[in-house]
């Protein structure tokens, strides 16, 4: 495999806000990855970086090897070769399906060929001469894609591509955008703020905050072995536990837990709430306190001795009593880091 594309240590401030920060991604060929972090943390703004659109204070990007943009080098956004896909679709209204496609294909190349050929991947033959209006935002968005891929760009960027989508349509269109990029074997990087859009649609997840990415990896990875705190809390739901590492293990008020890597002193412990299980027991450690019914789970709110409470996501199945006991007992792997 070779890399796509290689950013170091790339910095872009303005005024005082310092919205990368020595930011470094790779990709390589054929890898679609989700640019996953919260509003503001620079995701847009390391995208226009990429592309060429601006121009960073320090640091290198290098697309297929060739250095496009170093202190002495910048190859401007057109020679490139890197496709965008923007929020809001960005198509030309005044222009059919063709036209928007064949926009920014070389006039000799014989564009409705290709034209024809996206539009197949796409999952849109046949629909060259409707105009944007006449299309369902799903069918759009399909348009919008089938634009950035006629050139057959070596990068292709999708900047939240489905916000914009009814929530009924978006998994859907999520599902079909990755089968186009994957019968592409296109390079991508979808940038989002949501983590289940993330972890579910792409093959590496690299999670942006405070302008610069900590950690870059398999969604699985990121879900199970997030790098930090910050991590672990914006991929999903977890319990924070105070606690006091002793090598391999820590204790807390769950008893004294095996961890997976060795830590010394004040620790928070982190624990997803399906690692979590219930069994009914006036013995148990701790009380059923609360309860958030979902449908395919739920969420049950403990209180143990001491005051802490934590949450459990089990089965539909579960009774909740508010009241009564409960033994907890902890499946799958345990993260501690240091508190101070
Ligand atoms: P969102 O998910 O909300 O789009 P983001 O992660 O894409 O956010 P950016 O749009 O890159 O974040 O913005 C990062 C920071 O830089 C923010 O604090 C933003 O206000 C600031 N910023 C971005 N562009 C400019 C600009 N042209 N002038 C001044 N500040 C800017």
């Known amino acids: ?114 034209v024809n050929e996206v539009l197949l991947q796409v ?15 799903g069918q759009q968005q399909r348009v919008a894609l089938a634009r950035a891929l006629a050139p057959n760009p070596r990068l292709i960027m999708l900047d939240e591509p489905f916000s914009n989508l009814d929530p009924e349509l978006r998994g859907g269109v999520r599902q079909e955008v990755k089968k186009v990029l994957s019968d592409a074997a296109a390079t991508a990087i979808i940038v989002t703020h949501d983590q289940e859009e993330a972890l579910s649609l792409a093959d590496e997840v690299a999670v942006m905050m405070h302008g610069q990415i900590v950690q870059q990896a398999s969604p699985a990875t990121i879900y199970r072995r997030p790098a930090t705190r910050e991590v672990a809390q914006f991929v999903g ?28 002193g004040p ?28 449908g395919r789970d739920q969420m049950i709110e403990l209180e143990f001795d001491s005051g802490l409470r934590i949450s459990s996501r089990v089965g539909p199945t579960f009774t909740f009593v508010p009241g009564e006991r409960v033994r907890v007992q902890l499946t799958g792997d345990v993260l501690a880091f240091p508190s101070t």
Do not use: W, Y
Not at 49 to 68: F, M, T
Not at 244 to 256: E, F
């Open 267 to 294: 620790v928070h412990v982190l624990i997803r709430p399906e690692a979590l299980q219930l069994t009914p027991d006036q013995g148990g450690q701790a009380t059923q306190v609360g309860r958030i019914f979902f």
């Open 237 to 264: 739901d977890i319990n924070v536990i105070e606690g006091r590492g002793i090598g391999r293990a820590v204790v807390c008020d769950l008893g004294t837990i095996s961890v997976v890597d060795e830590v010394t």
């Open 123 to 137: 999952g849109l033959d046949g629909l060259n001469h409707r105009m944007p209006h006449e299309l369902s935002g």
């Open 1 to 114: 495999m070779s890399l796509a594309l290689r950013c170091t240590d790339l910095t872009r401030s303005f005024g005082n806000i310092v919205a990368v920060n020595q930011a470094s991604l790779t990709i390589q060929k054929g890898t679609v990855l989700a640019l996953l972090g919260p509003s503001g943390c620079g995701k847009t703004t390391l995208l226009r970086l990429i592309a060429g659109l601006d121009r960073p204070h320090k640091g290198s990007v290098e697309i297929d090897g060739a250095p496009v943009e170093t202190e002495s080098v910048h190859i401007p956004p057109e020679r490139r070769e890197v496709g965008l896909v923007f929020q809001d679709f960005a198509l030309f209204p005044h222009l059919s399906v063709e036209a928007n496609i064949s926009f920014g294909l070389p006039r000799h190349s014989k564009p409705s060929i290709r």
